[in-house]
T-cell receptor
């Protein structure tokens, strides 16, 4: 069955430090992968998707099919990056989310 | 914020009662989804619909029902058969299904009295 895992429930880093949120997936076909973010008191929204190959708010994510990973990275974390981050897999007509990682950026 | 709305923001259910959560979108999206969000479990798919008058069960459909009579609307009914309904419910829509970006509503928190 298709599955998305995010091994860290909580990740704390200091402002200015690099951050990496891990995401692994299980899917035998060609995946569509997304990172969604939920800031405090805001609705869940798309951060980036692998097909667009964009850098959003300084975040990037590279799809590694060999390792079935789609880790989210940012070289210098900011306090406003503190939020809940969800990795998601789209396939066919379906969608599955990971359990989420709460990123806390400390001053 | 517009685009996709959910109401009410909070909903209270008594034992044995069915309650309906509203989801409306004016984005002209074909696909709509209902998720349940529980702490530590992320989002789990309840039902989804790719087109009017058609919908499919997600991973946790038991105790829930939906309808899709209009493209803009996808209400979710939490029936008395759902034994653990307390959760945060999110509605989403996308242009097409599965592999397209989803746009989320603000959510409804359901509490059992």
């Amino acid at each position: 069955a298709q599955r998305v895992t995010q091994p860290e429930k909580l990740l704390s880093v200091f402002k200015g430090a690099p951050v990496e949120l891990k995401c692994n997936y299980s899917y035998s076909g060609s995946p569509e992968l997304f990172w969604y973010v939920q800031y405090s008191r805001q609705r869940l929204q798309l951060l980036l998707r692998h097909i667009s190959r964009e850098s959003i708010k300084g975040f990037t994510a590279d799809l590694n099919k060999g390792e079935t990973s789609f880790h989210l990275k940012k070289p210098f974390a900011q306090e406003e990056d503190s939020a809940m981050y969800y990795c998601a897999l789209g396939y066919g007509q379906n969608f599955v989310f990971g359990p989420g990682t709460r990123l806390s950026v400390l001053p | 914020d517009g685009g996709i709305t959910q109401s009410p923001k909070y909903l209270f259910r008594k034992e044995g009662q069915n309650v309906t959560l509203s989801c409306e979108q004016n984005l002209n999206h074909d696909a709509m989804y209902w998720y349940r969000q529980d702490p530590g479990q992320g989002l789990r798919l309840i039902y989804y619909s790719q087109i009017v008058n058609d919908f499919q069960k997600g991973d946790i459909a038991e105790g829930y029902s939906v309808s899709r009579e209009k493209k803009e609307s996808f209400p979710l009914t939490v029936t008395s058969a759902q034994k653990n309904p307390t959760a945060f419910y999110l509605c989403a829509s996308s242009i097409l299904g599965g592999e397209e970006t989803q746009y989320f509503g603000p959510g409804t928190r359901l509490l059992v009295l």
